[in-house]
């Protein structure tokens, strides 16, 4: 009987082991994938920014009145 309950222990035990460390998994499975949006989002926003900034402060080379077809 005793040789019965230690066995039975032990399989709880690595029953309980494997539901941490699975669930450990998961938690860093969940980490690296929201770390990868992030970085995608801030990849984004600073050609977001860059293209804004290009459109904004750039001078033109066009003048548009010489080049407006008069009505």
């Known amino acids: 009987m005793k040789a019965q ?12 082991l494997m539901i941490i460390i699975g669930g450990m998994g998961v938690m860093i499975y969940e980490f690296n994938i929201n770390e990868e949006q992030q970085s995608q989002n801030r ?3 600073i050609k977001g920014e860059a293209a804004i900034n290009s ?6 080379t ?3 009145e010489e ?3 008069p009505p």
């Open 5 to 16: 309950m230690i066995s039975m222990d032990l399989f709880i035990a690595i029953t309980i």
């Open 43 to 45: 990849d984004m926003q």
């Open 55 to 60: 459109l904004a402060y750039s001078s033109g």
């Open 62 to 64: 066009t003048n548009w």
């Open 67 to 69: 080049h407006s077809t």
